[in-house]
């Protein structure tokens, strides 16, 4: 059975860059794409971006100026990177497995804040 | 450009059976959804992939209250048998050749 665990810094203040990892067990981790998503408070989901095991990516345009994905496959791995943080990047950000999304990590509470 | 609407919020009674709807916009008739329910506090559950002529495949544990159905543009998620840990907010979402789409989310109420 998969599972995604996720993690990273969790407390950030503006400008700073946002990073975030996310392991794959279990599964095939070449047969799908790996996304990563984030919930503002009190808000919907929004799709980031999304990365396979060879390296293609496709990013939500609206933050892709600011968004890199890398994926390790060594590693079962893929990580986000959010540049040029603010507030409204506050939310949870969560993982994700293939274009349904039909594992999810547990989700990292990223806040920003001077 | 593939937008995916569904209404904020709906309400049932305990035990009874609720059809949620998600509609894709116009020329995006044929695409595939999927269901996702996030109980309070608590992350998003993958529910099921909903195809264009009603195929669906669950997730791992869900019940069988859970069911989909298509119609057009139009995608369903059945709950029956509604319990109160049905309640919170069901996200549905699309996706195309490099894109990703999510609705905005129905609140449930189970009363």
């Known amino acids: 059975q998969v599972q995604l665990q996720q993690w990273g810094a969790g407390l950030l203040k503006p400008s700073e860059t946002l990073s975030l990892t996310c392991a794959v067990y279990g599964g095939s981790f070449n047969d799908y794409y790996w996304n990563w998503i984030r919930q503002p408070p009190g808000k919907g989901l929004e799709w980031i971006g999304e990365?396979?095991?060879?390296?293609?990516?496709n990013y939500n345009p609206s933050l892709k100026s600011r968004v890199t994905i890398s994926v390790d496959t060594s590693k079962n791995q893929f990580s986000l990177r959010l540049s040029s943080l603010t507030a409204a990047d506050t939310g949870v950000y969560y993982c994700?497995?293939?274009?349904?999304?039909?594992?999810w990590g547990q989700g990292t509470l990223v806040t920003v804040s001077s | 450009q593939l937008v995916v609407t569904q209404s904020p919020s709906a309400s049932a009674s305990l035990g009874a059976s609720v059809k949620l709807t998600c509609t894709l916009s116009?020329?995006?008739?044929?695409?595939?959804i999927a269901w996702h329910q996030q109980q309070p506090e608590k992350g998003p559950r993958y529910l099921m992939r909903l195809n264009s002529d009603g195929s669906h495949s669950k997730g791992d544990g869900i019940p069988d209250r859970f069911s989909g159905s298509s119609s057009g543009a139009e995608r369903y998620l059945i709950i029956s048998s509604l319990q109160s840990e049905d309640e919170g907010d069901y996200h549905c979402?699309?996706?195309?050749?490099?894109?990703?789409?999510f609705g905005g989310g129905t609140k449930l109420t189970v009363l």
């Open positions: 994700a497995r293939g274009r349904g999304y039909d594992c």
């Open positions: 116009s020329g995006h008739s044929t695409y595939a």
């Open positions: 979402q699309s996706w195309g050749t490099d894109i990703q789409v």
């Open positions: 990365i396979n095991h060879s390296g293609n990516t």
